[in-house]
């Protein structure tokens, strides 16, 4: 079956704009995370989704980054006034549940000039 | 404060040898433990997992090793192939909310023929 998607894969932006990045996760899977990997760093988690129980933000790293889930399907992760030190690989996991495996998607490497 | 650490960047190993990657953790809370193996432009994929009453985890390939007195884990690969060629990550969580897995920084494994 479909694995998770994560458009657009790559994005270059320039300081002070907006972006938003889109994750479709696994079909009937109700777990949905966001991370970031900055160069030469481990995955930082920012963000999850369970169901319809308010997420757990405890990650984002500043007010400018917000994420929404609709439906219980897609989300959507959006940096205002994008800052340099926001480049970073941005990737987008789902899971069947809370505790079960978290599958991976490809990444949306975003670059800030 | 890198509560997993990598302290290895890179290894390289020639095929049919054994592959020796290791994680440190400073955490003692933490008690679920996985390793994530990544290819280029793809995102992590779920490689092997122990838990904390476990010392060791072997699936075919692939056996991954607990010592949590010395808060380290290690995962070994034999015999090595050149596909294993990848980075792989160590993760770990703990009880302040298992889905939140905190990621080592990654060895790049270079398996040659």
């Known amino acids: 079956g479909a694995g998770v998607s994560q458009s657009p894969s790559n994005k270059v932006t320039e300081k002070g704009k907006d972006v938003e990045l889109r994750c479709d996760p696994i079909s009937g899977h109700t777990a949905l995370y966001w991370y970031r990997q900055s160069l030469g760093q481990g995955l930082e988690f920012l963000i999850y989704f369970q169901g319809n129980s308010a997420p757990d933000k405890s990650g984002l790293p500043s007010d400018r980054f917000s994420a929404e889930r609709t439906g219980g399907s897609v989300s959507t992760l959006t940096i205002q006034r994008t800052q340099q030190e926001d480049s970073a690989v941005y990737l987008c996991a789902s899971s069947l549940a809370e505790n079960n495996e978290q599958f991976f998607g490809p990444g949306t490497r975003l670059t800030v000039l | 404060d890198q509560q997993v650490k990598q302290n290895s960047p890179s290894l390289s190993v020639q095929e049919g040898r054994i592959s020796i990657l290791n994680c440190d953790y400073t955490n003692s809370m933490f008690d679920y433990f996985l390793w994530y193996k990544k290819y280029p432009a793809e995102g992590p994929t779920f490689l092997i997992s122990?838990?904390?009453?476990?010392d060791k985890n072997e699936d075919g390939r692939f056996t991954v090793f607990l010592n949590k007195s010395a808060k380290h884990l290690s995962l070994h690969i034999v015999p090595s192939q050149p596909g294993d060629s990848a980075v792989y990550f160590c993760a770990a969580s703990g009880t302040s909310g298992t889905y939140k897995y905190i990621f080592g920084t990654g060895t790049r494994l270079k398996v040659l023929a």
């Open positions: 122990i838990s904390s009453i476990k």
